[in-house]
């Protein structure tokens, strides 16, 4: 039997419009549509944890006009986390709200997908339209962390422990994954930003970031098959989890939800 808790931790967020969120606008465009910012740490009972993305820090939060609550380290830190001890950190993709904190978990070993890799260092950055998500300085991070043997490669489908596995989506960006948990009381498969908000798959509606329009959309129902029937999907950016899900303890409420 599994026995995992996963638990969702804000650590920025943004105003915006609904406008911003799907491809083709939105009937209501102007109307408010906040974004927050999460990573997510995975524990098993056994002790071993996994932390899934890294945040941004104060630059990027400076130069896109975000609102930085806690970093990446400081929101694992208050479930008793010390980022410098961390082992395992899941990579869902590279964009600088997931990939901009690499620096705070120095022993970790990374685990991304070779197409995210190649797709982030290779020829399609010559072009502003697909690099403009990304900071050159945590790909930079990241290569650095290829020589020193701290980034294990993945190809489609993993199981990094019993029931939890990473699996290649694509579509958002090149070698977009994400992962699911079967927690021993029910499946939860962490989107990231396979799908921003729950309204983006829920109405057939894509976020405009995209690399591949078809992978994204087929994405979705890769999505409803991995959580299956009695499972659940999480968004990489909804508040809506907040109301979703409970808080993580009496203390974080409003900061993090135990999402299984």
């Given at each position: 039997m599994f026995n995992y808790e996963v638990h969702a931790i804000k650590y920025a967020e943004r105003d915006a419009v609904r406008a911003?969120?799907?491809?083709?606008?939105?009937?209501?465009?102007?109307?408010?549509?906040?974004?927050?910012?999460?990573?997510?740490?995975?524990?098993?009972?056994?002790?071993?944890?996994w932390v899934v993305d890294t945040g941004f820090e104060q630059d990027d939060a400076e130069s896109r006009n975000r609102t930085l609550l806690r970093t990446a380290a400081e929101g694992v830190a208050l479930f008793g986390v010390d980022a410098q001890s961390v082992s395992d950190v899941i990579m869902t993709h590279f964009h600088y709200d997931h990939a901009g904190g690499v620096n705070q978990f120095p022993n970790a070993t990374f685990h991304v997908q070779d197409d995210?890799?190649?797709?982030?260092?290779?020829?399609?950055?010559?072009?502003?339209?697909?690099?403009?998500?990304?900071?050159?300085?945590?790909?930079?991070?990241?290569?650095?962390?290829?020589?020193?043997?701290?980034?294990?490669?993945?190809?489609?489908?993993?199981?990094?422990?019993?029931?939890?596995?990473?699996?290649?989506?694509?579509?958002?960006?090149?070698?977009?994954q994400v992962v699911r948990i079967d927690t021993g009381r029910g499946v939860v498969v962490l989107a990231s930003d396979a799908s921003h908000y729950w309204a983006n798959m829920e109405e057939g509606r894509p976020f405009p970031i995209v690399d591949d329009l078809s992978k994204m959309i087929e994405g979705w129902d890769t999505l409803r098959r991995l959580a299956s029937p009695d499972g659940v999907i999480v968004p990489g950016h909804d508040p809506l989890v907040f109301e979703r899900f409970p808080p993580s303890s009496s203390e974080l409420e409003g900061i993090a939800v135990r999402l299984g």
């Open positions: 911003e969120h799907f491809i083709g606008g939105d009937p209501h465009d102007n109307a408010p549509m906040p974004m927050d910012y999460f990573v997510w740490l995975i524990r098993s009972a056994d002790g071993r944890e995210e890799m190649s797709f982030a260092t290779g020829r399609d950055m010559t072009h502003k339209a697909y690099r403009h998500a990304f900071n050159v300085r945590h790909i930079q991070d990241l290569v650095g962390r290829v020589f020193s043997e701290r980034v294990r490669f993945h190809t489609g489908t993993v199981e990094l422990s019993p029931g939890l596995t990473l699996h290649h989506l694509g579509g958002h960006t090149r070698g977009l």
